[in-house]
């Protein structure tokens, strides 16, 4: 199979209570993508970076399977870079910065070898972006995913209701669904946005997992409990490469598929909290993976 992700390549300076880094690398492609790579050997990665972004995070992700091709080198200017710092409780955080430098002027064109690519993770972006990559698709995928937030249902929303109605999977968090269905309860939230054409809604709740909508069918991925987490910065892209991983992996879009999907994007995502920035997932091995799959099995499996 191949995998298809958009998304952004990045610096970041992060602040929690557990400590501060500066300029680490991050954004949604590479967390996606390095959360893939683990479950499927072919991605194709489209993004934009400046001339400052170190080749050699470029060449690593090369070896694991993960296509460069379609990221364009902007040598003179600077690669995308945000800051934050998080409050206490981790589930809030302020942005200090957001210098979008290269990201201004990305207009993502296809490798002709990445437009026939079974399966397309879109990340955050503008939902112009999104339908132009959709656009240049040569045949039709068997799964499209798409990623978006409250910025974007605020500034574009019928641009974004046009891209929602081509996918077959929306990712948004909890509030988000509520702004875009006009919704509070999310059953019925669900509902309303299944209606706008995607087949399959996930509703992400951060460390209260996830919420998968299947037509009538509904499933609750936990987040695993963690003893210390240190950074929460790219944990639901780490969790849509995973997801989308497993998919690319398995090339079915069943209801069992993507309820197994879930707990491997789950899976994925609770590694990359535990660290800043990209320090657990580079670093992971076959067998912490299984393990940490079975501990999520003793978490939801139970008898009556």
């Given at each position: 199979m191949s995998l298809l992700i958009v998304g952004t390549m990045a610096f970041d300076?992060?602040?929690?209570?557990?400590?501060?880094?500066?300029?680490?690398?991050?954004?949604?492609?590479?967390y996606a993508s390095w959360s893939a790579s683990y479950l499927t050997d072919?991605?194709?990665m489209v993004s934009i970076v400046g001339g400052d972004f170190p080749e050699d995070e470029m060449e690593t992700l090369n070896k694991r399977g993960a296509s460069s091709e379609g990221v364009e080198i902007v040598k003179?200017?600077?690669?995308?870079?945000?800051?934050?710092?998080?409050?206490?409780n981790m589930n809030s955080r302020d942005t200090l910065v957001t210098d979008l430098n290269v990201l201004a002027d990305f207009d993502p064109v296809l490798p002709d070898s990445y437009k026939n690519s079974e399966f397309v993770l879109l990340g955050n972006?503008?939902?112009?972006?999104?339908?132009?990559?959709?656009?240049?698709?040569?045949?039709?995928?068997?799964?499209?995913?798409?990623?978006?937030?409250?910025?974007?249902?605020?500034?574009?929303?019928?641009?974004?209701?046009?891209?929602?109605?081509r996918v077959d999977i929306l990712t948004i968090n909890d509030e988000e669904a509520r702004q875009l269905s006009g919704e509070?309860?999310?059953?019925?939230?669900?509902?309303?946005?299944?209606?706008m054409g995607?087949?399959?809604?996930?509703?992400?709740?951060?460390?209260?997992?996830?919420?998968?909508?299947?037509?009538?069918?509904?499933?609750?991925?936990?987040?695993?409990p963690i003893a210390v987490v240190k950074d929460p910065t790219g944990a639901g892209d780490t969790f849509a490469g995973g997801f989308m991983g497993y998919l690319d992996k398995s090339g079915e879009l069943s209801y069992e598929n993507l309820k197994r999907a879930m707990i491997y994007g789950s899976t994925m995502a609770s590694f990359c909290v535990e660290e800043f920035s990209l320090e657990k997932i580079q670093a992971l091995t076959d067998e912490e993976i299984t393990k940490r799959l079975g501990q999520f099995k003793e978490l939801t499996q139970f008898d009556l």
């Open positions: 300076s992060i602040e929690t209570p557990y400590g501060k880094v500066e300029m680490v690398i991050g954004g949604a492609c590479t072919k991605i194709n003179d200017k600077k690669s995308f870079f945000w800051a934050g710092k998080y409050h206490d972006l503008t939902p112009e972006v999104q339908i132009k990559v959709m656009d240049q698709m040569t045949t039709k995928p068997k799964v499209i995913a798409l990623d978006t937030m409250n910025f974007w249902m605020d500034i574009a929303m019928d641009t974004l209701k046009q891209a929602i109605a509070y309860s999310l059953v019925t939230a669900a509902d309303k946005i299944l209606e995607p087949k399959a809604l996930i509703i992400k709740k951060g460390e209260h997992g996830a919420l998968l909508f299947y037509g009538d069918k509904k499933f609750y991925a936990p987040a695993l």
